[in-house]
DNA sequence: ATTGACCCTCACGTTGCGTGAGGCCCCATG
DNA sequence: CATGGGGCCTCACGCAACGTGAGGGTCAAT
């Protein structure tokens, strides 16, 4: 009889909100509602979880960080694959990206009506809460129920193998050469040529062909040109965004 | 006296709440928080909203999209300058666009434990939840309001500054081109070199030098290193983030 | 044996609206 | 001229997702 070991993990109340970040009173409720019952309850009447109620709550989280409401989070758990639900959020959460980077967008815009550019129309002031570009819950749902379920899960899928197999090493490298450049950033220090140097070869790496200064300075201005790249920059550090390239393009001479 | 015929722009109850995607009974109820008040209400009784009221309404629905309480909602719009505040407001995007990045690395993970991978820690499951990587709020309003508040503004302007003048109309260009693709993609048909072409000649504008062929094919390799363009361009349409770099490489021979 | 940190179960309060109920206004049409 | 059919008004109750005590057991350590 191949019979293992079970570690056994079991957290109470406390532990569980401790580590996910909600309140005591959260679990509470989700047990009252049935939507996250305890793995088992102790003689003393306490609530202990166990590790697979650990992931539930994970995926539970998930779908209420989009804003679906309870009811509806635990009827999906109740059915269908665990892989295949995370697949579909995985893909919500990319829409939800787009949304955001038109919310600043928009936001850019009323800021130059502010300073004085001519003012937009009332369906401009808008357009980013507007439902289709939120987060859209119905759509959500026949797109995931409906016919077109396989086609989502398709694209999920072939979404999911667009990222290079082996990719993983070289994109914890690009966060540390990012994380040196930060902190000379931060430091107030000038651009630190070896740090921009690891940078261009790591560049030069994932083009599989050498970049020349002259090219990484052009990178630069790709940079600047893309909000999604200014977003990423400005959440690492303030001011950051603007910061890099300038270096890049210094070093090019 | 310089006079100048004033443009009456009234909006009914039911006009704004179309065209800014908020119920009529919500806007009852921030007239009854004193949160948006009529402009003037008519004899009838009808409330009337004009110019101003509807850049509060967007600003408003700015914070609400953040999560703030309408309370505090109130208490911001009550004092200091829209353009600040706005600017802080486009900080706090920035940042929630990395968190949101967090939290899709993170669903990959999990993704990756269901597929048979080795657990993770109960820390790392819960990370993108973690109040620190939320919009935090209490973080926020210190930010705003404390000592740090010059810094961030400044930190803000020089963001904004670091789009380059006249960028705006390359981005308009930019958009076109990746619409144009994106039909291409969606209709099925082969990678139209006239529409790579010009994405192409975009970017070497961008760059302010030629971009060949081998270059643009480089560049899909990037497209493919970094987590937000595949985002960006998922957001487009599902599976094209696969399906450009891989026109482009194709384009290059 | 007592303290302090957890745990339990009610149970009412709060926010941000949804959802009628009941009734007035307006104008386009038979 | 009446008669809809929208759109507007004011209450007023309901609901989700918890927050926040109140009142009271449990557990490990001092």
Redesign the pocket.
């Known amino acids: 009889m191949n019979r293992v070991m079970k570690r056994i993990e079991e957290y109470?109340?406390?532990?569980l909100?401790r580590a996910s970040g909600?309140?005591?009173?959260?679990?509470?409720?989700?047990?009252a509602?049935g939507l996250l019952v305890?793995a088992r309850?102790?003689?003393?009447?306490?609530?202990l979880y166990g590790r697979a109620e650990a992931l539930r709550l994970q995926e539970i989280l998930f779908y209420?960080s989009a804003g679906?409401?309870?009811?509806?989070?635990g009827a999906l758990l109740a059915g269908g694959d665990p892989v295949q639900r995370l697949e579909a959020h995985r893909d919500r959460l990319a829409r939800a990206l787009g949304a955001q980077a038109k919310m600043l967008a928009t936001l850019d815009r009323t800021l130059q009506e502010l300073k004085g550019a001519d003012p937009m129309t009332l369906e401009t002031l808008y357009t980013p809460f507007d439902p289709e570009t939120q987060a859209d819950h119905e759509a959500w749902l026949v797109e995931t129920y409906g016919e077109d379920m396989a086609r989502a899960i398709a694209a999920s899928k072939a979404h999911l193998a667009s990222v290079p197999v082996g990719m993983e090493g070289r994109m914890e490298a690009l966060r540390e050469i990012e994380a040196a450049l930060v902190a000379a950033y931060e430091n107030g220090a000038a651009p630190e040529t070896a740090e921009l140097g690891a940078h261009r070869a790591w560049v030069a790496e994932m083009w599989g062909r050498p970049c020349p200064p002259e090219a990484h300075a052009g990178l630069a201005e790709m940079y600047l040109a893309h909000p999604d790249f200014i977003a990423r920059f400005e959440a690492l550090s303030p001011g950051f965004s603007q910061w890099l390239p300038a270096a890049m393009k210094a070093a090019a001479g």
């Open positions: 109470t109340v406390g532990a909100a909600v309140s005591v009173r959260t679990l509470h409720h989700y047990d509602l305890p309850v102790g003689e003393n009447g306490y609530r209420r679906l409401p309870l009811a509806e989070i």
